[in-house]
């Protein structure tokens, strides 16, 4: 007889159980079976200080790889089936891809960063010992919705590792080793699988990130609904010149991580800059949730000021926030280049239940195609998740310059998107709306761009579509 110290079982509903979970008499009220060879396990030493609980047969020899295999299978399957998220981690080298960039030094490569997916918003099934191509894989991840989605593999390694011809076969694989039971315990202490040498490895992931250069822009034509300006990704060949020529300012960066206040503050302490968010006078207490002026009530100020009321404000202090913000390397971009495109501004909206980027890019690519050959092409939307990503990613998957906006709910309550919707109107061209049938807002953008004989693409999409 195999002297393994079962950890875990199933019981009579065929859920997989560990014997630390319960006390003597509550495992007498049940019957298990090993998850190896399906035979029955009693409990042992349950609450005893001298030797450590665990199941075993009573005359049957099991094998330990094969309970091992099994057991690591099910643990992860069930984990998949019954979460929101499974998060996996690994190193990826930030590497520029802009290899013939007349900018190119040592800086493009920028070493290693530890990035973290969540599976679930890639895949949405998974099964046992399915065949992909000439192999079968212990554990399969695939997406119902979007057959196209590239497979993911879930190895346990027990005692064979995956073969070289599985790991060349282009196949994303991740490769578990498993000697023990305590091999596996991290599937209930840890919400995220981290590629760790000889023990977790992942195959035919991309393991090398392009993290593109990132330019701040402040536009007077958009200074009522942008007053702070707005920063989004750009690649490097784009770096030398700005995008537009009724640009106040533009700065290249290389840390903001979208945050608008790194460039503002910048530009205050070098360029004199004033917005009322810079400002000691701006802000609010622990007793309330809005930032208004300080100065309002006791001087007559505009209580929710235009960030923009600080240029004219005598009363302006900056404040020090060089304890909260880390600048970084900022240059400002002055040289302007012959445009020979004009620019077309179109905004992309869509309901919150929409996320299916393939539709979006799919429809935008049918709209824009043509456009994007006689224009300059700039998109517009508001940061609302879950739309947003799927822009972004669009945008900077076709290298289109965007501009983002945020919905000031808390100086205008439930009319802040409406009067949004209003102002972004006015710069736009054209509109892309993906619409349920039932959002208030998306559906105030299109009668209000149908109004003012702004050209409208409109997206319905049903449950099915998603």
Request: aromatic share 12%; charged share 30%; glycine share 4%.
């Amino acid at each position: 007889m195999a002297d393994i110290k079962y950890q875990y079982a199933y019981n009579e509903e065929g859920k997989i159980v560990s014997i630390n979970d319960f006390t003597k008499e509550e495992s007498k009220l049940h019957t298990y079976k090993c998850i190896g060879c399906g035979n029955p396990l009693l409990p042992r030493a349950i609450g005893s200080n001298s030797r450590r609980a665990h199941f075993y047969h009573k005359e049957v020899n099991c094998s330990e790889e094969t309970y091992l295999h099994k057991l690591g299978k099910h643990l992860i399957k069930e984990k998949f089936d019954s979460s929101d998220s499974f998060f996996i981690s690994y190193n990826t080298e930030i590497k520029c891809g802009e290899k013939l960039c007349s900018f190119r030094n040592y800086e493009c490569t920028r070493g290693y960063k530890q990035v973290k997916y969540n599976l679930k918003e890639y895949y949405d099934t998974c099964t046992e010992e399915t065949p992909i191509r000439d192999y079968i894989a212990d554990l399969l991840l695939t997406n119902s919705k979007n057959p196209k989605t590239p497979p993911l593999l879930i190895e346990i390694c027990v005692t064979h590792k995956c073969e070289d011809a599985k790991i060349k076969s282009g196949l994303k694989i991740i490769e578990i080793s498993v000697r023990n039971e305590q091999d596996l315990s991290f599937l209930f202490t840890s919400d995220t699988i981290v590629e760790k040498c000889d023990e977790i490895n992942f195959f035919s992931f991309l393991k090398e990130k392009s993290e593109p250069m990132e330019r701040y822009i402040y536009r007077y034509v958009l200074k009522s609904i942008n007053e702070n300006g707005y920063v989004n990704a750009i690649s490097c060949k784009n770096a030398k010149y700005k995008f537009f020529k009724d640009s106040i300012v533009e700065l290249n960066m290389d840390n903001s991580s979208e945050n608008v206040f790194i460039p503002l503050f910048w530009l205050a302490k070098h360029k004199n800059f004033r917005r009322c968010n810079l400002c000691k006078f701006y802000g609010s207490t622990r007793y309330e949730k809005t930032q208004i002026c300080r100065l309002s009530k006791k001087y007559g100020k505009p209580k929710f000021p235009n960030m923009n009321e600080a240029e004219r404000c005598k009363s302006f202090q900056l404040e020090d926030l060089s304890h909260v913000y880390h600048i970084g390397n900022i240059e400002e971009v002055k040289l302007l280049q012959d445009y020979e495109k004009e620019e077309y501004r179109i905004i992309i909206s869509g309901s919150s239940s929409f996320y299916n980027y393939d539709l979006l890019e799919e429809k935008c690519d049918l709209f824009l195609t043509s456009k994007i050959q006689t224009h300059r092409i700039t998109i517009l939307f508001v940061r609302t998740k879950p739309i947003t990503e799927l822009i972004s990613k669009y945008c900077n998957k076709k290298r289109l310059n965007y501009e983002t906006f945020h919905i000031r709910w808390k100086e205008y309550g439930n009319r802040a998107p409406y009067l949004l919707n209003d102002e972004m109107l006015t710069h736009a061209n054209a509109v892309i709306a993906f619409w349920d049938g039932n959002s208030k807002i998306t559906q105030d953008l299109i009668t209000q761009a149908n109004n003012r004989r702004i050209p409208v693409r409109l997206i319905q999409f049903q449950d099915s579509d998603i």
